[in-house]
Protein backbone atom coordinates (compact mmCIF):
# COMPACT_ATOMS: atom_id res chain seq x y z
CA UNK A 1 0.00 0.00 0.00
CA UNK A 2 1.26 3.71 -0.33
CA UNK A 3 1.45 5.93 2.48
CA UNK A 4 -2.21 8.11 2.92
CA UNK A 5 -1.85 10.96 5.12
CA UNK A 6 -3.82 11.69 8.20
CA UNK A 7 -5.91 14.26 6.05
CA UNK A 8 -6.70 11.96 3.64
CA UNK A 9 -8.04 9.40 5.94
CA UNK A 10 -10.56 12.53 7.80
CA UNK A 11 -11.55 13.53 4.40
CA UNK A 12 -12.21 10.29 2.95
CA UNK A 13 -14.21 9.31 6.00
CA UNK A 14 -15.82 12.41 6.67
CA UNK A 15 -14.34 12.15 9.90
CA UNK A 16 -13.80 14.28 12.80
CA UNK A 17 -9.41 14.41 13.57
CA UNK A 18 -9.94 14.67 17.69
CA UNK A 19 -6.10 14.15 18.78
CA UNK A 20 -3.57 14.55 16.09
CA UNK A 21 -0.01 12.83 16.51
CA UNK A 22 2.81 15.07 15.49
CA UNK A 23 5.25 12.07 14.78
CA UNK A 24 2.94 9.76 12.57
CA UNK A 25 1.74 11.90 9.37
CA UNK A 26 0.74 9.22 7.18
CA UNK A 27 -0.01 5.35 7.42
CA UNK A 28 0.22 2.64 4.35
CA UNK A 29 -1.23 -0.44 6.10
CA UNK A 30 -5.57 -0.65 6.84
CA UNK A 31 -5.95 -3.26 9.71
CA UNK A 32 -8.92 -4.20 12.04
CA UNK A 33 -7.02 -7.23 14.05
CA UNK A 34 -5.22 -5.27 16.98
CA UNK A 35 -2.75 -7.74 16.76
CA UNK A 36 -0.74 -6.87 13.78
CA UNK A 37 -1.44 -3.25 14.46
CA UNK A 38 1.54 -1.52 14.15
CA UNK A 39 3.18 2.28 13.70
CA UNK A 40 2.43 2.98 10.37
CA UNK A 41 -1.09 1.36 10.37
CA UNK A 42 -4.85 2.63 10.99
CA UNK A 43 -6.63 0.42 13.38
CA UNK A 44 -10.38 0.40 12.79
CA UNK A 45 -12.57 -0.56 15.55
CA UNK A 46 -15.02 -2.60 14.16
CA UNK A 47 -18.09 -4.20 15.55
CA UNK A 48 -18.68 -7.36 14.71
CA UNK A 49 -21.11 -9.98 15.42
CA UNK A 50 -19.38 -11.35 18.46
CA UNK A 51 -16.43 -8.57 19.24
CA UNK A 52 -16.22 -4.75 19.87
CA UNK A 53 -12.85 -3.65 18.17
CA UNK A 54 -13.11 -0.82 20.41
CA UNK A 55 -11.76 -3.12 23.06
CA UNK A 56 -9.27 -3.55 21.72
CA UNK A 57 -7.84 -0.03 20.65
CA UNK A 58 -5.74 -0.10 23.83
CA UNK A 59 -3.94 -3.46 22.48
CA UNK A 60 -3.46 -1.92 18.82
CA UNK A 61 -1.80 1.25 20.98
CA UNK A 62 0.60 -1.39 23.13
CA UNK A 63 1.58 -2.50 19.68
CA UNK A 64 3.14 0.74 18.67
CA UNK A 65 -0.21 1.44 16.65
CA UNK A 66 -0.83 5.74 16.14
CA UNK A 67 -3.49 5.97 14.41
CA UNK A 68 -6.84 4.74 15.57
CA UNK A 69 -10.16 5.25 13.83
CA UNK A 70 -13.84 4.80 15.95
CA UNK A 71 -17.24 5.23 16.81
CA UNK A 72 -17.52 8.76 18.22
CA UNK A 73 -20.51 7.25 19.68
CA UNK A 74 -17.91 4.72 21.82
CA UNK A 75 -16.26 6.63 24.84
CA UNK A 76 -14.01 3.39 25.62
CA UNK A 77 -10.71 5.24 27.51
CA UNK A 78 -7.85 5.28 25.29
CA UNK A 79 -4.56 4.91 27.11
CA UNK A 80 -1.79 6.46 24.70
CA UNK A 81 0.26 10.04 23.85
CA UNK A 82 0.87 11.41 20.43
CA UNK A 83 -1.91 9.77 18.86
CA UNK A 84 -3.87 10.37 15.52
CA UNK A 85 -7.54 10.06 16.41
CA UNK A 86 -10.20 10.22 13.96
CA UNK A 87 -14.04 10.06 14.84
CA UNK A 88 -16.62 8.58 12.64
CA UNK A 89 -20.31 7.59 11.90
CA UNK A 90 -19.82 3.65 11.63
CA UNK A 91 -16.30 1.99 11.55
CA UNK A 92 -17.51 -0.51 9.37
CA UNK A 93 -17.97 2.13 6.56
CA UNK A 94 -14.96 4.34 6.90
CA UNK A 95 -13.51 1.34 5.79
CA UNK A 96 -14.97 0.85 2.34
CA UNK A 97 -14.72 5.01 2.67
CA UNK A 98 -11.13 4.73 2.64
CA UNK A 99 -10.98 1.84 0.27
CA UNK A 100 -12.96 3.58 -2.11
CA UNK A 101 -10.69 6.79 -1.97
CA UNK A 102 -7.40 4.86 -2.31
CA UNK A 103 -8.65 2.59 -5.24
CA UNK A 104 -9.68 5.55 -7.36
CA UNK A 105 -5.61 6.32 -7.61
CA UNK A 106 -5.51 3.68 -9.56
CA UNK A 107 -6.41 3.76 -13.08
CA UNK A 108 -6.66 0.23 -14.02
CA UNK A 109 -8.88 -2.25 -15.23
CA UNK A 110 -11.20 -4.23 -11.96
CA UNK A 111 -13.17 -6.99 -12.40
CA UNK A 112 -15.72 -8.45 -10.01
CA UNK A 113 -16.93 -11.69 -9.75
CA UNK A 114 -19.84 -13.34 -8.29
CA UNK A 115 -22.13 -16.03 -8.14
CA UNK A 116 -23.69 -19.12 -5.91
CA UNK A 117 -21.22 -21.48 -6.30
CA UNK A 118 -17.43 -21.64 -8.01
CA UNK A 119 -16.78 -17.31 -7.66
CA UNK A 120 -13.61 -18.20 -5.71
CA UNK A 121 -12.47 -20.83 -9.07
CA UNK A 122 -13.81 -18.75 -11.52
CA UNK A 123 -11.79 -15.44 -9.65
CA UNK A 124 -8.54 -17.91 -9.55
CA UNK A 125 -9.64 -18.97 -13.49
CA UNK A 126 -9.80 -15.20 -14.57
CA UNK A 127 -6.64 -13.84 -12.18
CA UNK A 128 -4.52 -16.54 -14.24
CA UNK A 129 -5.74 -15.49 -17.41
CA UNK A 130 -5.13 -12.14 -17.27
CA UNK A 131 -1.55 -12.36 -14.85
CA UNK A 132 -0.30 -13.46 -18.08
CA UNK A 133 -0.12 -10.18 -19.51
CA UNK A 134 -1.31 -7.98 -16.58
CA UNK A 135 0.28 -8.03 -12.82
CA UNK A 136 -2.65 -8.30 -10.93
CA UNK A 137 -4.59 -8.09 -8.01
CA UNK A 138 -6.71 -10.68 -6.31
CA UNK A 139 -8.68 -11.45 -3.20
CA UNK A 140 -6.61 -13.77 -0.51
CA UNK A 141 -8.95 -16.59 1.00
CA UNK A 142 -12.18 -15.74 1.27
CA UNK A 143 -11.47 -11.96 1.54
CA UNK A 144 -14.69 -11.17 -0.27
CA UNK A 145 -17.20 -9.41 2.51
CA UNK A 146 -17.68 -6.06 3.46
CA UNK A 147 -14.00 -5.86 5.54
CA UNK A 148 -12.03 -8.64 3.35
CA UNK A 149 -12.76 -6.41 0.15
CA UNK A 150 -11.32 -3.06 1.07
CA UNK A 151 -8.61 -4.85 2.92
CA UNK A 152 -7.54 -6.48 -0.65
CA UNK A 153 -8.06 -3.10 -2.07
CA UNK A 154 -5.40 -1.59 -0.05
CA UNK A 155 -2.28 -4.21 -1.17
CA UNK A 156 -2.73 -1.95 -5.05
CA UNK A 157 0.08 -0.42 -5.73
CA UNK A 158 1.52 1.71 -8.57
CA UNK A 159 2.91 -1.80 -10.35
CA UNK A 160 -0.58 -3.40 -10.57
CA UNK A 161 -2.42 -3.17 -13.77
CA UNK A 162 -5.49 -5.47 -13.18
CA UNK A 163 -7.59 -6.46 -9.67
CA UNK A 164 -9.86 -8.90 -10.05
CA UNK A 165 -12.45 -9.02 -6.79
CA UNK A 166 -14.43 -11.81 -5.50
CA UNK A 167 -17.46 -9.98 -3.41
CA UNK A 168 -19.18 -12.70 -1.56
CA UNK A 169 -23.22 -12.06 -0.03
CA UNK A 170 -25.39 -13.37 2.33
CA UNK A 171 -28.48 -10.85 1.94
CA UNK A 172 -29.56 -7.84 -0.36
CA UNK A 173 -27.69 -4.72 -0.84
CA UNK A 174 -24.04 -6.37 0.27
CA UNK A 175 -22.94 -7.11 -3.47
CA UNK A 176 -24.05 -3.39 -4.36
CA UNK A 177 -22.06 -1.80 -1.10
CA UNK A 178 -19.40 -4.00 -2.58
CA UNK A 179 -19.36 -2.75 -5.95
CA UNK A 180 -19.84 1.45 -5.21
CA UNK A 181 -16.42 0.27 -3.10
CA UNK A 182 -14.81 -1.37 -6.30
CA UNK A 183 -16.68 -0.01 -9.01
CA UNK A 184 -15.71 -3.22 -11.48
CA UNK A 185 -16.14 -2.37 -15.58
CA UNK A 186 -16.26 -6.00 -16.06
CA UNK A 187 -18.76 -8.44 -13.76
CA UNK A 188 -18.98 -12.09 -14.28
CA UNK A 189 -21.90 -14.35 -12.42
CA UNK A 190 -20.82 -17.84 -12.35
CA UNK A 191 -24.36 -18.94 -11.57
CA UNK A 192 -27.49 -19.14 -9.47
CA UNK A 193 -27.93 -21.45 -7.14
CA UNK A 194 -29.51 -22.14 -3.35
CA UNK A 195 -26.68 -20.89 -1.34
CA UNK A 196 -28.31 -18.00 1.07
CA UNK A 197 -31.67 -18.81 -0.04
CA UNK A 198 -32.73 -18.71 3.83
CA UNK A 199 -31.92 -15.43 3.65
CA UNK A 200 -33.14 -14.22 0.03
CA UNK A 201 -36.45 -16.68 -0.04
CA UNK A 202 -35.91 -18.04 -3.50
CA UNK A 203 -33.84 -18.12 -6.43
CA UNK A 204 -35.68 -15.86 -7.97
CA UNK A 205 -34.27 -13.55 -4.57
CA UNK A 206 -30.78 -14.91 -5.30
CA UNK A 207 -30.83 -13.65 -9.21
CA UNK A 208 -32.04 -10.29 -7.78
CA UNK A 209 -28.87 -10.28 -4.72
CA UNK A 210 -26.34 -11.18 -7.78
CA UNK A 211 -27.75 -8.89 -10.00
CA UNK A 212 -26.81 -6.32 -8.00
CA UNK A 213 -23.29 -6.50 -9.44
CA UNK A 214 -24.34 -4.16 -12.71
CA UNK A 215 -25.37 -1.56 -10.35
CA UNK A 216 -23.12 1.35 -11.58
CA UNK A 217 -22.66 -0.12 -15.24
CA UNK A 218 -23.17 1.54 -18.60
CA UNK A 219 -22.41 1.60 -21.76
CA UNK A 220 -18.46 0.40 -21.65
CA UNK A 221 -19.27 -1.91 -18.60
CA UNK A 222 -19.48 -5.90 -19.74
CA UNK A 223 -21.35 -8.43 -17.68
CA UNK A 224 -20.48 -11.84 -18.26
CA UNK A 225 -22.81 -14.50 -16.79
CA UNK A 226 -23.02 -18.57 -17.57
CA UNK A 227 -25.95 -19.12 -20.25
CA UNK A 228 -26.32 -21.86 -19.52
CA UNK A 229 -27.83 -20.96 -16.02
CA UNK A 230 -31.75 -20.97 -16.40
CA UNK A 231 -31.66 -17.87 -14.54
CA UNK A 232 -29.26 -15.62 -16.25
CA UNK A 233 -30.13 -17.02 -19.57
CA UNK A 234 -33.48 -14.57 -19.37
CA UNK A 235 -30.93 -11.97 -19.88
CA UNK A 236 -29.84 -13.02 -23.49
CA UNK A 237 -31.98 -10.78 -25.56
CA UNK A 238 -33.18 -8.17 -23.14
CA UNK A 239 -32.17 -4.39 -24.21
CA UNK A 240 -29.39 -3.67 -21.64
CA UNK A 241 -27.60 -0.73 -20.90
CA UNK A 242 -24.05 -2.44 -20.93
CA UNK A 243 -22.31 -5.42 -23.01
CA UNK A 244 -23.80 -9.17 -22.22
CA UNK A 245 -21.28 -11.95 -22.50
CA UNK A 246 -22.47 -15.10 -21.87
CA UNK A 247 -20.63 -18.82 -21.91
CA UNK A 248 -21.73 -22.47 -21.74
CA UNK A 249 -22.33 -25.60 -23.58
CA UNK A 250 -25.44 -24.22 -25.43
CA UNK A 251 -25.31 -23.23 -28.76
CA UNK A 252 -26.54 -19.69 -28.46
CA UNK A 253 -24.20 -18.55 -26.35
CA UNK A 254 -21.50 -16.27 -27.33
CA UNK A 255 -18.62 -18.91 -26.70
CA UNK A 256 -19.65 -22.74 -26.03
CA UNK A 257 -17.89 -25.78 -25.32
CA UNK A 258 -17.87 -28.06 -27.99
CA UNK A 259 -16.33 -31.36 -26.07
CA UNK A 260 -13.68 -32.22 -23.70
CA UNK A 261 -11.32 -34.79 -22.52
CA UNK A 262 -10.84 -34.59 -18.49
CA UNK A 263 -8.21 -37.36 -16.82
CA UNK A 264 -7.64 -37.70 -13.19
CA UNK A 265 -5.91 -34.09 -12.48
CA UNK A 266 -6.61 -31.71 -15.93
CA UNK A 267 -8.93 -31.35 -18.61
CA UNK A 268 -8.49 -30.49 -22.41
CA UNK A 269 -11.79 -29.00 -23.76
CA UNK A 270 -12.59 -27.14 -27.23
CA UNK A 271 -14.49 -23.93 -27.58
CA UNK A 272 -16.54 -22.67 -30.22
CA UNK A 273 -15.01 -18.87 -30.69
CA UNK A 274 -15.87 -16.67 -32.97
CA UNK A 275 -16.91 -19.58 -35.39
CA UNK A 276 -13.58 -21.54 -34.95
CA UNK A 277 -12.60 -24.09 -32.42
CA UNK A 278 -9.78 -23.53 -29.81
CA UNK A 279 -8.52 -25.60 -27.76
CA UNK A 280 -7.55 -25.34 -24.04
CA UNK A 281 -5.98 -26.70 -20.93
CA UNK A 282 -6.91 -26.68 -17.06
CA UNK A 283 -4.49 -28.29 -14.29
CA UNK A 284 -8.02 -29.23 -12.48
CA UNK A 285 -11.18 -31.45 -13.64
CA UNK A 286 -15.09 -31.02 -13.43
CA UNK A 287 -17.33 -30.00 -16.06
CA UNK A 288 -18.02 -27.02 -13.47
CA UNK A 289 -14.76 -25.72 -14.43
CA UNK A 290 -14.84 -25.81 -17.36
CA UNK A 291 -17.88 -23.23 -17.41
CA UNK A 292 -15.00 -21.36 -14.86
CA UNK A 293 -12.30 -21.34 -17.76
CA UNK A 294 -15.13 -20.06 -19.98
CA UNK A 295 -16.02 -17.42 -18.19
CA UNK A 296 -12.01 -16.41 -17.74
CA UNK A 297 -11.88 -16.62 -21.50
CA UNK A 298 -14.08 -14.02 -21.89
CA UNK A 299 -12.99 -11.71 -18.99
CA UNK A 300 -9.21 -12.35 -21.09
CA UNK A 301 -10.98 -11.08 -24.54
CA UNK A 302 -12.63 -8.15 -22.77
CA UNK A 303 -9.73 -6.80 -22.05
CA UNK A 304 -7.69 -7.28 -25.41
CA UNK A 305 -5.79 -10.64 -24.32
CA UNK A 306 -4.94 -13.03 -27.00
CA UNK A 307 -6.27 -16.52 -27.15
CA UNK A 308 -2.31 -17.86 -26.92
CA UNK A 309 -1.73 -15.30 -23.46
CA UNK A 310 -5.68 -16.85 -22.18
CA UNK A 311 -4.30 -20.21 -22.95
CA UNK A 312 -0.81 -19.53 -21.07
CA UNK A 313 -2.12 -17.97 -18.21
CA UNK A 314 -5.04 -21.21 -17.70
CA UNK A 315 -2.19 -23.70 -18.15
CA UNK A 316 -0.27 -21.80 -15.10
CA UNK A 317 -3.64 -22.03 -12.80
CA UNK A 318 -3.32 -22.48 -8.86
CA UNK A 319 -6.94 -23.29 -7.81
CA UNK A 320 -7.31 -21.98 -3.81
CA UNK A 321 -7.07 -25.10 -1.52
CA UNK A 322 -9.42 -27.35 -0.39
CA UNK A 323 -11.53 -27.40 -3.89
CA UNK A 324 -11.54 -29.75 -5.59
CA UNK A 325 -7.77 -30.94 -4.54
CA UNK A 326 -6.93 -34.68 -5.60
CA UNK A 327 -4.48 -35.88 -2.75
CA UNK A 328 -3.15 -39.88 -3.21
CA UNK A 329 -2.10 -41.62 -0.15
CA UNK A 330 -0.88 -45.17 -0.16
CA UNK A 331 -4.63 -46.29 0.80
CA UNK A 332 -7.52 -43.96 -1.03
CA UNK A 333 -7.32 -40.91 -3.73
CA UNK A 334 -9.14 -38.24 -1.22
CA UNK A 335 -10.73 -35.70 -3.56
CA UNK A 336 -10.62 -32.47 -0.77
CA UNK A 337 -13.64 -30.20 -1.49
CA UNK A 338 -14.00 -29.34 2.25
CA UNK A 339 -13.66 -25.09 1.82
CA UNK A 340 -17.53 -25.17 1.56
CA UNK A 341 -20.75 -26.38 0.10
CA UNK A 342 -24.30 -25.90 -1.55
CA UNK A 343 -26.53 -28.36 -3.53
CA UNK A 344 -25.25 -27.42 -6.71
CA UNK A 345 -21.61 -27.46 -5.69
CA UNK A 346 -22.11 -30.93 -4.28
CA UNK A 347 -23.61 -32.28 -7.28
CA UNK A 348 -20.98 -31.00 -9.34
CA UNK A 349 -18.63 -32.60 -7.48
CA UNK A 350 -20.23 -36.32 -7.22
CA UNK A 351 -19.78 -35.83 -11.26
CA UNK A 352 -16.38 -35.43 -10.60
CA UNK A 353 -16.28 -38.52 -8.54
CA UNK A 354 -18.93 -40.71 -10.62
CA UNK A 355 -15.26 -40.58 -13.26
CA UNK A 356 -13.48 -42.83 -11.19
CA UNK A 357 -13.08 -46.86 -11.40
CA UNK A 358 -12.24 -47.32 -8.39
CA UNK A 359 -14.77 -47.72 -5.18
CA UNK A 360 -16.26 -44.60 -5.09
CA UNK A 361 -17.00 -43.31 -1.39
CA UNK A 362 -18.98 -39.61 -0.97
CA UNK A 363 -18.75 -38.40 2.67
CA UNK A 364 -20.82 -35.39 2.59
CA UNK A 365 -22.11 -33.37 5.69
CA UNK A 366 -24.61 -30.53 6.12
CA UNK A 367 -25.22 -27.77 3.93
CA UNK A 368 -25.41 -24.90 6.13
CA UNK A 369 -27.98 -21.55 5.34
CA UNK A 370 -31.25 -23.67 3.69
CA UNK A 371 -33.50 -22.66 6.13
CA UNK A 372 -36.95 -24.62 4.65
CA UNK A 373 -34.88 -26.05 1.91
CA UNK A 374 -33.01 -28.06 3.80
CA UNK A 375 -34.74 -31.23 3.45
CA UNK A 376 -35.17 -31.03 -0.35
CA UNK A 377 -31.75 -29.62 -0.88
CA UNK A 378 -30.39 -32.54 0.91
CA UNK A 379 -32.64 -34.82 -0.84
CA UNK A 380 -31.50 -33.63 -4.16
CA UNK A 381 -27.93 -34.58 -3.42
CA UNK A 382 -29.17 -37.85 -1.93
CA UNK A 383 -30.65 -38.70 -5.39
CA UNK A 384 -27.39 -37.41 -6.82
CA UNK A 385 -25.50 -39.53 -4.78
CA UNK A 386 -27.08 -43.20 -4.91
CA UNK A 387 -25.72 -42.50 -9.00
CA UNK A 388 -22.86 -41.36 -8.61
CA UNK A 389 -21.07 -43.20 -5.31
CA UNK A 390 -20.99 -46.88 -4.35
CA UNK A 391 -20.84 -45.66 -1.11
CA UNK A 392 -22.35 -42.78 1.13
CA UNK A 393 -21.18 -41.42 4.46
CA UNK A 394 -23.26 -38.73 5.22
CA UNK A 395 -22.71 -36.20 8.49
CA UNK A 396 -25.08 -33.97 11.04
CA UNK A 397 -28.50 -33.43 11.52
CA UNK A 398 -29.49 -32.08 7.85
CA UNK A 399 -27.43 -34.98 5.82
CA UNK A 400 -29.48 -37.44 7.44
CA UNK A 401 -32.16 -36.82 4.57
CA UNK A 402 -29.21 -37.50 2.15
CA UNK A 403 -28.87 -41.13 3.46
CA UNK A 404 -32.71 -41.20 3.43
CA UNK A 405 -32.74 -40.94 -0.28
CA UNK A 406 -30.25 -42.75 -1.39
CA UNK A 407 -32.00 -45.54 0.27
CA UNK A 408 -35.25 -44.27 -1.03
CA UNK A 409 -33.30 -44.47 -5.04
CA UNK A 410 -32.67 -47.86 -3.91
CA UNK A 411 -29.31 -47.98 -3.19
CA UNK A 412 -28.09 -51.20 -1.25
CA UNK A 413 -28.49 -50.30 2.72
CA UNK A 414 -25.26 -51.55 3.58
CA UNK A 415 -23.04 -48.85 1.71
CA UNK A 416 -25.67 -46.14 2.85
CA UNK A 417 -24.29 -45.06 6.74
CA UNK A 418 -25.04 -41.93 8.29
CA UNK A 419 -23.42 -40.43 11.23
CA UNK A 420 -24.65 -37.49 13.78
CA UNK A 421 -20.75 -36.57 14.20
CA UNK A 422 -17.78 -36.18 12.32
CA UNK A 423 -15.82 -37.91 15.14
CA UNK A 424 -18.26 -41.50 15.01
CA UNK A 425 -18.42 -41.25 11.32
CA UNK A 426 -14.03 -41.55 11.54
CA UNK A 427 -14.71 -44.46 14.19
CA UNK A 428 -16.49 -46.21 12.14
CA UNK A 429 -14.07 -45.74 8.73
CA UNK A 430 -12.53 -48.85 9.20
CA UNK A 431 -15.46 -51.20 8.95
CA UNK A 432 -16.79 -48.89 5.74
CA UNK A 433 -13.33 -47.75 3.64
CA UNK A 434 -11.13 -50.67 1.62
CA UNK A 435 -7.64 -49.62 0.51
CA UNK A 436 -8.09 -48.15 -3.22
CA UNK A 437 -11.48 -46.33 -2.66
CA UNK A 438 -11.59 -42.69 -4.47
CA UNK A 439 -13.26 -40.60 -1.23
CA UNK A 440 -15.18 -37.16 -2.18
CA UNK A 441 -14.92 -35.23 0.91
CA UNK A 442 -17.47 -31.93 1.16
CA UNK A 443 -19.79 -30.58 3.30
CA UNK A 444 -20.69 -26.77 4.29
CA UNK A 445 -17.53 -24.58 6.06
CA UNK A 446 -18.89 -25.20 9.69
CA UNK A 447 -18.30 -29.02 9.59
CA UNK A 448 -14.77 -28.65 9.71
CA UNK A 449 -14.68 -31.65 7.55
CA UNK A 450 -10.75 -30.91 7.37
CA UNK A 451 -10.40 -32.94 10.32
CA UNK A 452 -11.92 -36.32 8.06
CA UNK A 453 -9.39 -35.23 5.12
CA UNK A 454 -6.60 -35.05 7.75
CA UNK A 455 -7.86 -38.37 9.41
CA UNK A 456 -7.36 -39.88 5.71
CA UNK A 457 -4.10 -38.95 4.70
CA UNK A 458 -2.19 -40.00 8.18
Do not use: W
Request: hydrophobic fraction near 40%.
Amino acid sequence: MDYLSIEELVNATSGNLTSKSEEVTSINELVIDSRIANKNSVFFAIIGESLDGHKFINSAIENGCKTIIKNKSNNFEIIGEDLNIIEVENTEFALGDIARYYKSKFDIPYIGITGSVGKTSTRDMVFSAVSSKFKTLKNTGNLNNQFGVPLTLANLDKSYECAVIEMGMSGFNEIEYLVNIVNPQIGVISNIGLSHVERLGSREGIFKAKMEITTNFDENSTLIVNGDDDMLATLKGKDLKYNLKTFGFEKDNTIYCVDFEMNDNDTIFNVMIENKIEKFYIPTVGEHNIYNAMAAILVGQTLNLTLDEIRNGLETLEITKSRMDVIKNDNYTVIDSVYNASVDSMRAALKVLNRYKTRRVAILGDIFEMGSFAEEGHKQVGKDASENADVIIAIGKDAEFISKEALENNMNKDNVHHFATKEEAMENFKNILQKGDTILVKASRGMHLEEVVEFLNK
